[in-house]
């Protein structure tokens, strides 16, 4: 026999009520609709996902999605793979059940009613977090009982200011659930919230202050208004305490992620990049940038070119002896968008200062941009290396055997 069991082929029939009416594989994890038939967790599930809202077998309709688990079937299926152990067939783990709705509304209760002890509520949200943390359905289940709304409310209460575990805890769901745009709202239109944020930003623990550039993050992202968004990124504070966990000393991956995240974020805004300059954005981005992964790599880049563009900005990379060399290197070595981004910062400094043009050359920057041109790299990035190779005419080496011909840079136009 072959260590793997084949379809229908080598002597052995799975019971019909052990397949699953709409894969027609066996059951791994069986749960019964409310029309009293039996499916695969997996089956169904996609089939509701996709918009279906009538029973497979009886086409009747859904009138409740709830899934309760057949633990009477899955048992006698697991039974029937050990006694057929010998054909190659596997026994099937017992799945982890989701998070009960009810002992999620519960829990949410709980540490929502500001009667309870202290202690009452902290355990209340451990074991919420708990949920969260165990896997992707629960973190369904908690956010369909408008989990965020609720731990939004208790978050920012007076009682729980005076709780640093609660807050804690707190942090944790809110930076793993996603925020909807109205559970955003009611951070961002709240200017008391959003300063209440800011201050743990200054948290002596750096799993809150990661966890706050989180969640302060997401509502940014999530904000619509381009006036709420100013109006967050307008406090001094908030630099300081992002570029704080962006520098963080100790090794610690995570806050590498979560702050050149938020910083990015933040300077979306054109009115306030000033401020990420005068907070130290320059050096922590340059001193950073080597240990950055790719996708981090990129929004930092991105993050360089959206400050080369505010005169501030400008002026500190162009002070800073490492910018010109570390963005001629990266060209060509981390992803397409990272070179678009490299490439259009130093076409903004190049531009500003003259001296760069000479440093950018000495660097090796005529290569790099030879090498763009002619690659598959975006439209972006190649228009952004030819108005490059134009301004810096006057700068290439006179034994370069280069001339203005070389590049068909005429049609380039600025975007």
Request: aromatic share 6%; with cysteine.
């Amino acid at each position: 026999m072959p260590g793997t069991l084949q379809p229908l082929d080598v002597g052995l029939q799975i019971p019909y009520h052990f397949r699953c009416p709409v894969s027609l594989e066996l059951m791994t994890d069986p749960v019964i609709i409310n029309t009293g038939q039996t499916y695969d967790r997996s089956s169904i599930e996609s089939w509701i996902a996709t918009g279906n809202t009538t029973c497979p077998v009886t086409r009747l309709p859904l009138t409740d999605f709830t899934l309760i688990p057949n633990h009477t079937l899955r048992r006698l299926i697991q039974d029937w793979c050990v006694a057929n152990r010998s054909y190659g067939v596997e026994r099937i783990p017992t799945p982890k059940q989701p998070a009960d709705p009810v002992i999620v509304q519960s829990l949410l209760k709980q540490a929502s009613t500001a009667s309870n002890s202290r202690q009452l509520r902290l355990s209340a949200v451990r074991r919420i977090r708990g949920l969260v943390r165990d896997s992707e359905k629960n973190r369904l289940v908690v956010k369909t009982q408008n989990a965020c709304e609720t731990l939004l409310e208790v978050l920012f209460s007076e009682t729980s200011r005076n709780s640093s575990e609660l807050i804690h805890e707190l942090l944790v769901i809110l930076s793993v659930l996603p925020l909807t745009e109205t559970e955003c709202l009611l951070v961002s239109s709240v200017p008391d919230r959003i300063s209440y944020l800011i201050f743990l930003l200054s948290h002596s623990s750096i799993d809150v202050r990661v966890n706050t550039a989180v969640l302060l993050e997401n509502v940014i992202a999530g904000t619509s208004s381009p006036e709420l968004r100013a109006e967050i990124s307008s406090h001094d504070s908030i630099f300081d305490g992002v570029i704080g966990i962006l520098d963080y000393p100790l090794s610690y991956p995570r806050a590498l992620k979560v702050g050149i995240k938020a910083l990015f974020a933040l300077c979306i805004v054109k009115q306030h990049r000033h401020k990420a300059v005068e907070a130290g954005a320059v050096e922590a981005l340059i001193d950073r940038l080597p240990d950055f992964e790719k996708c981090d790599a990129e929004r930092a880049l991105a993050t360089v070119e959206l400050l080369c563009r505010s005169p501030s900005g400008c002026a500190a990379f162009a002070s800073h002896a490492l910018t010109v060399p570390l963005l001629v290197k990266v060209i060509l070595k981390i992803s397409d968008r990272a070179t678009e981004y490299a490439a259009g910062a130093l076409l903004s400094l190049c531009s500003a200062v003259e001296r760069l043009q000479v440093e950018a050359v000495a660097a090796g920057v005529l290569t790099q941009l030879l090498l763009l041109v002619q690659s598959d790299c975006t439209e972006r990035a190649k228009r952004k290396a030819q108005m490059l190779l134009k301004l810096l005419k006057n700068s290439w080496p006179e034994n370069s055997g280069m001339n203005s011909d070389y590049f068909p840079c005429s049609d380039v136009v600025p975007f």
